[in-house]
């Protein structure tokens, strides 16, 4: 029978110090990374780690306007929101505040479409960009020029552009002889319309990125695939999309995120009234929180659900990537 | 040494820190000094504001020991603006309130009450209907300021062109609308499709959103459902424009200042931005009547407007410098002032004097006013409005039926506001 300090294993080892110790040893010789980072640490904390623990317990409460803790001058309201569990992710996964599943369905038809034109769009541009051709910077300017406009501004421009009486597509259309369409009025129609918006937004963004990523891939490559007689397509199939494989996955994974969480341009461009239909999950979060009726729990939900479905999707997305880049 | 820099980087940070939370303190006005009260006015910043700042100036002369610092905040963000910076008290000592808000506010405690201050003397010389619709539980939270209803606007020179009269109901609306669009190729009616301008319609069926006495949700009843298919049935048969749904508002506006719409059913904050238009340039151009009757042989039209509140949790000096402020603004003299040199309609009999009555449109809009009708007095009302208008879009699209769109405006209402919780749903 083997006793405690017979153990060979434990007695090759000399005994380890307390973690006290071993942290003021730690301190003593790292103390001034310690210091260079507490500020930006304390600066996380009060930005980002406080505000997400208070929504994630918000979303376990019941609290809404009339519950909250108020300080009103000197008078002060003291909070009686109580604590109820898992019950605000209970109506909302289990489909019975009725807005959930909708709402993701169209967010994520919303997200998926507008990477998809971004990124072939973009990529197109940049392939004619990346020939030498006249005037190529001059192209350049013009086409990273959307990307300068705050999202705010083209999403009030485009507004105007798409009014069903006054805006520029319905008198263009009328000159050539159609009907107007009804633009933000059509549960359709302003559907395309906010794609259009966002996908004219987020190409130059796409396109510099590609384009980046197609003027780091050396031309030897492509005087070699020319030697051995690859056709154009073959080339571009070969050498150009392996060679954006670092550059492409790291867009379109940001692009998704931004895209999934892109605030202004549905917001204003339909209202709160006309959007029923064409509202994705943040903007019906913020909605809930700052709208009519303030539902800071409710609110307080959705945004955890939308932060954990980001994070699941970025996490499966970085997996698939590293198998894949394993598997070449 | 080493550890000196460690703390002094320590207390650095810290430092950094607490002033990030120590901001947006309000300054307390010193003993004694002149109390600076802040005044939140929602009201049209070109058309209205100029006039509200000369009776600021007259304020300020005749109360020499207050001082009024003046924000024009835009009227559709006002109230959101207002709820966040009262929860975290420092909200404007004194709101121009939309008579729709104000119950809500006050339910949230926000509001002071005002019964027996300085700024309730006159309060009999008002028009009692608007006083009540202030009122929350017995106390009064706002003195009505500036009061308004809905009416049938028209374009005089195209009604004569194709020889009709201003019509008295909705059917009778219908056939003008469709022999002006044919004598005269304008198109008859625009319709705001914000269910606000609904309201007409449905009191004309003898209908109403919610019913206090007997605590039931109204607005899917029979009378409500005619209501709004009169609205549908205008629509399709061409009596009425297709609207936008994203600019309604705006495009009704463009549309009959130019002169492509001959009537509109709009309020009298509307008619200073008509008579810029081109269709307006001779002011006796524009016609008022009153909103025409549905089948119930009665017509009906809202009663809003703006009453000025006070912050609940402004100190004792602020607050009685702001009731001061509020008597002031809502004398006699202050609205027929305020009346003769924007249009908006007084809230105190005692302000309708010769020179308020003598403009043809401002006394048009009196006689409507007289048959008004205040809206329910529940608080969260406005909250219905933005719920009922979501639907009311989807049944004017085509997207819903009428009897369906009501229904869910009807659950909407009794899920999500607090005040209509108890009530029963037909």
Redesign the interface.
């Known amino acids: 029978m083997k006793t405690a300090t017979a153990d060979p294993a434990t007695a090759v080892r000399p005994a380890r110090a307390g973690l006290l110790t071993r942290m003021k040893r730690s301190y003593d010789r790292h103390?001034?990374a310690?210091?260079?980072v507490?500020?930006v640490v304390?600066?996380i904390g009060?930005l980002i780690a406080y505000p997400l623990g208070r929504g994630v317990y918000l979303s376990f409460t019941d609290a809404n306007?009339?519950n909250?803790a108020?300080?009103?001058?000197?008078?002060e309201?003291p909070a009686t929101y109580q604590f109820v569990g898992f019950d605000n992710y209970w109506r909302v996964l289990s489909g019975a505040d009725g807005e959930f599943y909708p709402k993701l369905l169209w967010t994520v038809v919303w997200t998926v479409s507008c990477v998809f034109f971004h990124y072939t769009i973009g990529l197109g541009l940049a392939l004619l960009l990346n020939r030498k051709v006249r005037g190529r910077s001059l192209y350049r300017v013009l086409l990273i020029l959307p990307w300068a406009v705050p999202a705010f501004v083209a999403t009030y421009i485009w507004?105007m552009m798409?009014?069903?009486?006054?805006g520029i597509f319905n008198a263009v259309l009328g000159q050539l002889g159609m009907g107007p369409v009804?633009w933000?009025?059509?549960?359709f129609m302003q559907k395309v319309a906010v794609i259009g918006v966002n996908v004219w937004l987020g190409v130059p963004f796409m396109m510099v990125a590609v384009l980046g990523g197609l003027q780091s891939i050396s031309s030897e490559q492509y005087e070699a695939a020319e030697m051995d007689g690859a056709s154009p397509w073959q080339r571009f199939r070969h050498v150009t999309l392996p060679g954006l494989r670092p550059v492409s996955a790291t867009v379109i994974l940001l692009g998704t995120i931004w895209t999934f969480n892109m605030f202004p341009i549905i917001y204003l461009?339909?209202?709160?009234?006309?959007a029923?239909h064409s509202e994705i999950l943040v903007t019906y979060a913020y909605r809930l929180a700052?709208?009519?009726?303030?539902d800071y729990a409710g609110a307080a939900t959705y945004g955890i659900l939308i932060l954990s479905m980001l994070l699941v999707f970025a996490v499966f997305y970085r997996r698939m990537l590293n198998r894949q880049e394993v598997a070449r | 040494m080493?550890?000196g820099?460690?703390a002094t980087?320590?207390v650095?940070?810290?430092a950094?820190?607490a002033t990030?939370?120590g901001g947006g303190s309000e300054d307390k006005a010193a003993a004694g000094g002149p109390v600076t009260i802040t005044w939140w006015d929602t009201s049209d910043a070109t058309n209205e504001a100029p006039t509200y700042k000369k009776l600021i100036e007259k304020f300020e002369a005749a109360n020499k020991d207050i001082k009024v610092k003046y924000q024009n905040v835009p009227f559709a963000e006002a109230e959101?603006k207002y709820?966040?910076a009262?929860?975290?008290?420092n909200a404007p000592d004194v709101l121009r309130a939309d008579v729709g808000w104000t119950a809500g506010l006050a339910?949230?405690?926000?509001l002071a009450p005002l019964d027996g201050t300085p700024a309730v003397k006159e309060i009999g010389s008002f028009n009692q209907g608007l006083v009540e619709g202030a009122k929350v539980n017995g106390k009064l939270y706002g003195v009505p300021q500036v009061t308004d209803a809905l009416a049938l606007l028209y374009n005089k020179e195209v009604f004569a062109k194709a020889g009709v009269q201003p019509p008295k109901t909705w059917a009778e609306l219908s056939t003008a609308a469709k022999t002006i669009k044919q004598k005269t190729g304008v198109d008859g009616i625009y319709l705001n499709p914000?269910s606000y301008f609904a309201l007409p319609f449905l009191y004309g069926e003898g209908g109403m959103m919610v019913d206090t006495d007997k605590k039931k949700i109204t607005v899917n009843d029979p009378a409500g459902q005619k209501a709004v298919q009169t609205v549908v049935d205008m629509i399709k048969s061409g009596a009425a424009v297709?609207p936008?749904?994203?600019?309604g508002y705006n495009?009704m506006q463009?549309?009959f200042k130019d002169g492509k719409v001959a009537m509109v059913i709009n309020g009298p904050w509307s008619t200073a931005d008509d008579l810029t238009g081109k269709a307006f340039k001779n002011k006796d151009n524009l016609g008022v009547a009153p909103v025409p009757s549905g089948t119930s042989g009665k017509a009906g039209t809202p009663t809003g407007g703006h009453n000025l509140v006070v912050?609940?949790?402004?100190?004792a000096p602020h607050k009685e410098a702001a009731q001061k402020f509020v008597a002031f603004m809502t004398s006699a003299a202050s609205q027929e002032f305020a009346a003769t040199e924007t249009g908006v309609l007084p809230t105190r009999d005692d302000a309708y004097t010769v020179k308020v009555v003598a403009d043809p449109i401002r006394a048009a809009f009196k006689n409507v006013l007289a048959d008004s009708t205040a809206r329910p007095a529940v608080a969260?009302v406005?909250?219905m409005f933005?719920?009922w208008?979501?639907q009311?879009?989807?049944i004017l699209?085509g997207?819903a039926t009428v009897e369906k769109g009501l229904d869910t405006t009807a659950q909407k209402w009794k899920t999500?506001?607090?005040s209509l919780k108890e009530y029963s749903v037909e």
């Open positions: 103390w001034y310690w210091a260079m507490l500020p304390l600066v009060v306007e009339l909250v108020k300080q009103l001058g000197a008078t309201i507004r798409y009014n069903s009486e006054s009804d933000l009025g059509d549960t461009m339909l209202g709160e009234a006309n029923l700052f709208g009519s009726v303030r | 080493r550890r820099i460690a980087a320590l650095a940070s810290l950094l820190a990030a939370c959101q709820k966040t009262a929860q975290a008290g339910e949230n405690q926000y914000d297709k936008d749904f994203t600019d495009n463009a549309a912050y609940n949790g402004a100190d969260g406005s909250d933005t719920e208008t979501k009311y879009i989807e699209k997207n999500s506001i607090n």
